[in-house]
């Protein structure tokens, strides 16, 4: 067998390349996915906002504007909430399919990742498949994929608007194509922000493209302006009818309020532009703390930059500065990046391989998993609030611990078996996060009950307050037809009185059990909520505020 001499006379093995494989990668995303399905129910407030939406416009028929609580929805553009009508279409309502929708995502990001590697590394074999085990090997990712969330959907269309630039340099100018109908798609995704991830590659072609004439770059920008216009025709497709339909305040968002108070002054997540650096490291976990990776790196003299890396590189560090800017800000926002770094790192684990390989020892991955056991396990005697926190077992921690021992003593390892044993960690810490802590946190989450006990209420013709902001919550799980009104709790008693067969959704802080007197009581998140006829309130006006002990069953 072939060596390779490194520095200081270490000899390594050189192996004959063998790409990592991908029904084992394909396993593991079916065990993520069914971990998440069975131990959590759509989680308050996004995931039911987001199938309410949903629900209202299929059971309205109206398939052009957004709808929550009988009123426009201008927070998201309505791609997501199509693709939740396609799958009800086929199979009939349910909530099975919206919560699918993000894993199938997260496959076709994988998919995608695999083939824009082809074509940033054409004749490098073994990128595509490192890039997709790293990517789905990084806790954060594999963690978020079963979630129902506009992210992935702006991911996929990202990736591809960067496909097709990249088909455009290496096949021609079909590529263009394929990127202004991403562009397009991204819009109606989550809106211009997809360009954040798009145009800045496109527009610094001449610091990434390799051989390229001078007199070819008018040809080039006519087809970035082609694309650009080809996707903003796809929005304004939807957007100026739905913009008549909705009404002057609804117009008025989707045009320009709901960007601009993002970018400018955040009307939500507002955050200051350094925020996104220490998250960089969640990011990247578990591949952040590789020692052998960190050594490589710093002895590493001669860096290949070659396009791909420039590629991607003009891709992120722009991307990353833009979105620093913006005023509102959450990790999620960050996800769009994850494939770029994938295919950064899958690159240079290739050339590394293609020079003798790196050998490393598994003890990293055991200390991560060690560290994620020992926090579930001590997570209930740390907090004593939730309650629900209660209810986490420490066995599955100490599991946790257990399997870390498993990881150390595997030992020394090449570097494509790290990157398979890594995400074989992050998916047993996503996986066990799901059995052991979302699943003591879902009967404060699961609103299915309650939801269904206001869908009763309406139907027998009694109104129904909401002592907080409604966002939705009970819309789809209760099938609801009827608006939820709105009351501030400074006017429940007003609207109880005018109300007297009426029933009042109260939220609570505090929470010590089930309510004495309560139609419904349960905790919800961190506190509590309850449901009250509207002649039992007037009796008892401060049981909306502060629920007692004396009030406990």
Same mark, same amino acid.
């Given at each position: ?71 426009? @929805? ?122 954040? *991830? ?5 527009? %610094? ?15 080039? @920008? ?212 799901? %059995? ?114 004396? *009030?406990?069953?």
């Amino acid at each position: 067998m072939p060596v390779f001499r490194g520095r200081g006379g270490r000899v390594w093995l050189q192996r004959r390349f063998t790409p990592l494989p991908v029904v084992p990668l394909l396993g593991l995303w079916l065990i993520v996915t069914i971990a998440g399905l069975l131990t959590r129910p759509l989680l308050p407030v996004d995931e039911t906002r987001y199938a309410s939406v949903a629900w209202e416009m299929w059971q309205r028929g109206d398939f052009l504007v957004p709808y929550l609580n009988g009123a426009p @929805y201008d927070h998201k553009p309505p791609l997501l909430f199509w693709l939740i009508h396609l799958g009800w279409g086929v199979s009939g309502v349910s909530e099975w399919w919206p919560r699918m929708i993000n894993p199938l995502l997260s496959l076709a990001v994988l998919a995608t990742t695999a083939w824009l590697a082809r074509y940033l590394w054409p004749g490098i074999n073994g990128v595509s498949r490192y890039a997709s085990w790293i990517l789905f090997g990084t806790v954060f990712w594999v963690g978020f994929s079963t979630w129902l969330q506009f992210d992935l959907l702006l991911t996929l269309c990202s990736l591809l608007g960067l496909t097709g630039v990249a088909i455009a340099w290496r096949d021609g100018s079909r590529g263009w194509w394929l990127t202004g109908l991403a562009i397009g798609m991204g819009i109606l995704a989550k809106g211009p922000v997809v360009l954040v *991830h798009v145009l800045p590659v496109a527009l %610094l072609a001449p610091l990434w493209m390799q051989n390229a004439a001078s007199g070819c770059w008018w040809h080039w @920008y006519g087809g970035v302006v082609l694309s650009v216009v080809t996707g903003a025709l796809i929005a304004l497709a939807w957007a100026i009818p739905a913009g008549q339909a909705g009404g002057e305040d609804y117009q008025q968002a989707i045009f320009w309020g709901q960007t601009a108070g993002r970018i400018t002054d955040s009307f939500d997540h507002g955050r200051p532009w350094w925020w996104y650096l220490p998250w960089l490291f969640l990011l990247l976990a578990p591949w952040v703390l590789w020692p052998g990776l960190w050594n490589r790196l710093r002895r590493y003299r001669e860096w290949d930059w070659n396009a791909g890396v420039r590629f991607c590189l003009a891709w992120l560090l722009p991307a990353l500065v833009i979105l620093s800017l913006i005023s509102g800000k959450q990790v999620k926002y960050l996800l769009p990046l994850i494939p770029g770094l994938a295919l950064l790192l899958g690159h240079w684990l290739v050339r590394v391989q293609g020079e003798g390989g790196m050998i490393s020892h598994s003890g990293f991955i055991g200390f991560q998993v060690a560290v994620a056991g020992i926090v579930i396990a001590l997570l209930p005697s740390i907090l004593v609030e939730p309650l629900w926190l209660t209810g986490i077992g420490p066995a599955w921690g100490l599991a946790l611990v257990f399997s870390a021992l498993i990881f150390v003593i595997t030992g020394r390892l090449y570097q494509e078996q790290t990157v398979i044993l890594g995400t074989i960690a992050s998916v047993l810490v996503i996986s066990v996060l799901h %059995l052991g802590v979302f699943r003591a946190a879902a009967p404060a989450y699961d609103l299915g009950q309650v939801s269904r006990l206001i869908a009763s209420a309406q139907r027998d013709g009694r109104p129904v307050a909401n002592l907080r902001p409604y966002h939705g919550q009970y819309h789809f799980l209760g099938r609801l037809r009827v608006p939820v009104e709105y009351v501030p709790e400074g006017e429940a008693l007003q609207w109880a009185e005018t109300r007297p067969d009426g029933r009042m959704l109260a939220y609570y802080r505090d929470w010590y059990g089930q309510l004495h007197g309560a139609l419904w009581s349960q905790a919800y998140r961190g506190g509590g909520l309850a449901i009250w006829e509207t002649a039992l309130i007037r009796q008892h006006p401060d049981w909306l505020a502060h629920p007692s002990r004396e *009030h406990d069953r």
